[in-house]
């Protein structure tokens, strides 16, 4: 067998396992659904870092104290209807678009499942607000079993829905209100399962299904993302499916989402409470600051105004250029093109983990906080999504750092293919021999 017919026989295996990742309606669901969190947290997040500016940049002792207690006061309250009640977002987010892929009633689903996740939070009640639902429980701590109930209540709710054991309405019944009759059976399945999950874990040493949940699966799982390396490994899967072509940072953040969102709602509620020392330094904003972000601008920048002989290498960084100011970096995946190109292999691959385990020491040893677990939009540009991201000028200047580091190792292969791209510029075309 050629080495030719062993690269495309195992690019065509990896393709096929991907396309069965990439097709599965419950990671699917799972991505989609997370979205639905994202224009409530992206406010929180830009509340926050405004909260927080003059600590940001350095002039909090500067202002009136009543202009800080304003700014407490003002912004202070929005997390706790945005980024600290991600879990209900996400519960109905999933539930959602399970719904949809089983061609089921979306919205009935969604509310179930969302009642169902209601339904096993732990209670609480107060001599004069009365019974209350401690608003931890709908973030980070209630993220994951709010996932397996949007899943489970949703099967339960589609299976139903299409065995058709249903209440019929006549056909004068409006529409909506006939629908909402549909619902009430496959509806109570679910509810009536949960209730009864509820009662149970009334008699365990946790007393509430979250807690369980909590301490059992999702502490061991967040310890395990938190660590670097897994975060390599991630890293390394999301560049080696885009290298084949394949939307690496969809399909690997479709698994690691519900992992890294929980870790960043617990910087954000610390960081919010005014913690100085934060619980995670891998989170959300973590990969979306420090992983790879600059790598395609450093490249640019070098080659289209420094090193590249050929026109080709010279036209294409410039056409790179300006979307990589804002981490647009499909330009530079299919215009050089990386996608199964052997000579760029290693620094695609390579560049982002070295950046990964760089900007990880660099914050474990105290020299940049760690990221506060805010919302940082990905099409920031470098300095500014690392200054945002940790609440520090420092983090903007790691995250330059990462960029020269990254093209340090991007130098050497881009010169190669530059040179080789010049020497056929340069190598006389059948048409100059005739002359």
């Known amino acids: 067998m050629t080495v030719k017919k062993l690269g495309s026989g195992f690019q065509d295996k990896i393709a096929s396992a991907s396309q069965v ?5 419950y990671l699917l669901s799972l991505r989609d659904g997370f979205m639905v969190a994202f224009p409530a947290t992206m406010f929180g997040s830009i509340m926050v870092i405004l909260q927080n500016l003059p600590t940001t940049f350095g002039f909090d002792k500067m202002v009136p104290k009543a202009f800080n207690t304003f700014l407490t006061d003002f912004f202070g309250p929005v997390s706790n209807a945005t980024m600290s009640i991600t ?33 096993l939070l732990p209670v609480g009640n107060d001599a004069k607000a009365g019974a209350f639902i401690p608003i931890s429980k709908l973030g980070a701590q209630g993220m994951f079993v709010g996932i397996i ?32 009759f549909v619902a009430i059976i496959p509806g109570a399945a679910p509810l009536l399962l949960f209730n009864i999950i ?9 007393g509430n299904a979250v807690d369980f949940v909590y301490e059992i699966l999702q502490q061991p799982l967040m310890g ?12 390394a899967l999301t560049q080696i499916f885009w290298w084949f072509g394949i939307h690496g940072t969809l399909l690997v953040n479709s698994i690691i989402d519900p992992i890294m969102g929980a870790l960043a709602i617990q910087n954000y509620e610390a960081y919010k409470a005014g913690a100085t020392h934060l619980p995670h330094i891998i989170n959300t904003t973590f990969m979306g600051v420090f992983v790879n972000q600059g790598m395609q601008l450093g490249c640019a920048i070098v080659f289209a105004f420094f090193l590249a002989k050929s026109v080709r290498m010279k036209k294409t960084m410039k056409m790179v250029f300006a979307p990589a100011i804002f981490n647009v970096s499909e330009p530079m995946t299919y215009g050089l093109p990386i996608v199964l190109n052997p000579v760029l292999f290693i ?11 760089l900007s990880y020491v660099v914050i474990a040893m105290g020299l940049v906080p760690r990221p506060i677990g805010a919302t940082v939009v990905w099409t920031t540009p470098v300095f500014l999504a690392g200054w945002l991201g940790t609440g520090s000028i420092t983090g903007g200047i790691l995250q330059l750092v990462d960029v020269v580091v990254m093209t340090l190792i991007w130098i050497p292969f881009l010169k190669a293919m530059d040179k080789e791209w010049l020497h056929e510029e340069l190598e006389p075309t059948p048409d100059d021999l005739t002359e």
């Open 198 to 206: 509820r009662y149970g874990f009334t008699f365990t040493k946790w």
């Open 149 to 180: 109930v949007a899943i489970i209540s949703t099967e339960i709710y589609c299976k139903i829905s299409a065995a058709n054991i249903t209440i019929k309405m006549p056909s004068s019944v409006p529409p909506m209100i006939a629908e909402s």
């Open 87 to 119: 879990a209900i977002f996400i519960v109905f987010g999933i539930a959602y678009q399970l719904a949809g892929h089983y061609g089921q009633q979306k919205i009935f689903a969604g509310a179930i499942a969302l009642s169902s996740f209601i339904m």
């Open 347 to 357: 620094p695609w691959v390579l560049a982002p983990l070295v950046s990964t385990t």
């Open 224 to 235: 395990l993302g938190s660590t670097l390396p897994a975060v390599l490994i991630a890293v």
């Open 21 to 25: 990742i990439g097709n599965n309606r």
